[in-house]
């Protein structure tokens, strides 16, 4: 994306609503200034798609319109500034407000070739994909993936056969653990069906804050991932008995 060009594109329809909204109702000068207005929507919300993946479009067809139209266009310029400065960066993990070195390394190998591109909503899809395959491979488990994946896996079911279930430490019989654990689900879920799916279908680049932010709600994710206990439903057959019991493997980083 041309910064400039956005940029100008954005100040010009700030500075068009401010002169629509200043004129008198009806006149010929309300007409000419919404007639400027119009006459670069469909850039405008190009810019928007692109910056903002999850704000709406908007439109200039009355006064009200215009004046929502104004905050999701401050909020575009505030992004456009900071992904400036970012790409700008010599800092090779974009300067040190946002440092990639920060997020989970799973996250961070996935998403690195695809953000150094600047290719920042292929680098969230990449990463997503990272999250749910380290899923699987922790679990053993390979039939679902994604979202469906993180709500059997972080639900608080017992684990069934073929289905294990990541595990909060700590005492599960109080109220915190088992908030932690619902909590986890519910943003796990989240995760995928807010931000990767509309990644996998959108279009553009996107920007680096946005995608940012998104590559660090995903780390938490990893990072829970690798750090839970598993409990596994496991069936032992001495040749005369079959029965099933429930196993807790421990998180490599918690074993002492």
Request: proline fraction near 6%; include cysteine; aromatic fraction near 6%.
């Amino acid at each position: 994306m041309d910064h400039v060009s956005a940029n100008g594109l954005l100040e010009e329809f700030v500075d068009g609503a401010d002169e629509y909204l200043k004129t008198p109702p009806l006149s010929s000068a309300r007409r000419s200034a919404l007639k400027g207005l119009t006459k670069n929507l469909p850039l405008i919300n190009a810019i928007l798609a692109d910056l903002t993946p999850d704000a709406r479009s908007i439109s200039a067809d009355n006064a009200s319109a215009v004046r929502a139209a104004i905050p999701p266009i401050k909020r575009a310029q505030a992004l456009l500034g900071a992904s400036h400065q970012m790409e700008d960066s010599p800092h090779p993990d974009a300067g040190s407000a946002m440092p990639l070195i920060g997020l989970h390394m799973p996250v961070l190998a996935a998403a690195r070739k695809q953000w150094d591109a600047r290719h920042y909503r292929h680098a969230v899809i990449d990463a997503a994909e990272a999250v749910s395959k380290l899923a699987q491979r922790r679990l053993q488990r390979h039939d679902i993936s994604g979202a469906k994946l993180m709500g059997e896996s972080f639900s608080d079911k017992d684990p069934e056969l073929n289905k294990a279930r990541f595990r909060c430490p700590g005492n599960r019989a109080t109220e915190t653990i088992r908030a932690q654990q619902e909590g986890a689900k519910l943003f796990a879920m989240g995760c995928f069906l807010a931000l990767r799916d509309p990644a996998v279908h959108g279009s553009g680049d996107w920007n680096p804050v946005t995608a940012f932010e998104h590559l660090a709600a995903l780390s938490i994710v990893s990072r829970w991932i690798t750090s839970w206990n598993v409990d596994r439903y496991v069936v032992y057959d001495d040749g005369v008995k079959a029965e099933g019991f429930v196993v807790t493997q421990q998180s490599p980083s918690l074993l002492t």
